[in-house]
């Protein structure tokens, strides 16, 4: 299992990508921004604390960016997720775990960079996962590499890299071009894109266009004990 060892800013995919990089970074981001970690963006940056369990039959919520807009500080709730949700709970498991998003895509690479303590620090676009049915005890299945999630990593590299933390391994660096040369485009890619299209179908495009926005939150949501805050 490559580990990218001697790289400052590392990035892989999904749950193999925890596996292979928990164990040796000092901080790992996970990156969902349709919608799970823009959705603990918005809770954590007024207030609340989210608790993250990775879904079961019993258990499969997760408030959607819009319903989050103007949750109460102190509130505490609960979000499970096939995606970022169960990336988030095995990796608090073995290192040190931020929610990073294009929201706040800054201020957790700031974050990050003050936890590693020099240490390396791990980029995980979530994907998503291909037929997932909870309600069928289907607790997994083949992943789709998502595009919102490859721009979100890179977005957060890029300002990792902004700050001098490095060197990155070439899958994070180009993920970081990658970025850059999109971040003009990013509404039409976000609507476009596979869970785009999805959302928007569902009439859930002010949730598209929360996630869209970029460096507007300064919320840097920790994964402490099972909470984040």
């Keep these: 299992m490559f580990t990218q060892d001697g790289f400052g800013v ?10 292979a990089l928990a164990p040796h970074c000092t901080v790992l981001i996970i990156v969902d921004v349709l919608s799970f970690t823009t959705s603990i963006d918005l809770a954590v940056g007024q207030g609340a604390r989210v608790v993250v369990k990775a879904p079961t039959a019993e258990t499969t919520g997760l408030k959607r960016p819009s319903e989050l807009k103007s949750v109460q500080a102190g509130t505490e709730l609960t979000f499970t997720s096939p995606n970022g949700g169960r990336l988030c709970e095995r990796a ?12 706040n895509a800054a201020a957790v690479a700031d974050k990050a960079i003050d936890l590693a303590d020099r240490g390396p620090i791990g980029v ?23 595009m919102e ?36 485009y990013l509404a039409e890619l976000l609507g476009g894109c596979g869970s785009g299209l999805e959302l928007g ?14 460096n507007v939150s300064k919320a840097t949501p920790t994964l402490v004990n099972g909470v984040f805050q």
């Design 149 to 184: 999630d490859y721009l979100g990593a890179g977005a957060i590299v890029s300002a990792l890299l902004a700050e001098g933390y490095s060197p990155a391994s070439p899958e994070a660096a180009f993920a970081a071009t990658s970025y850059r040369t999109a971040e003009p």
């Design 124 to 146: 995980i676009p979530a994907g998503e996962q291909w037929g997932v049915n909870f309600h069928e005890r289907q607790k997994s299945g083949s992943m789709r590499v998502a």
């Design 10 to 19: 590392r990035m892989e995919w999904g749950l193999p990508g925890v596996e």
């Design 92 to 103: 608090g498991q073995q290192t040190r775990v931020m929610a990073g998003c294009l929201r």
């Design 201 to 214: 179908a569902r009439g859930l495009s002010e949730d598209i266009a929360l996630a869209g926005q970029v």
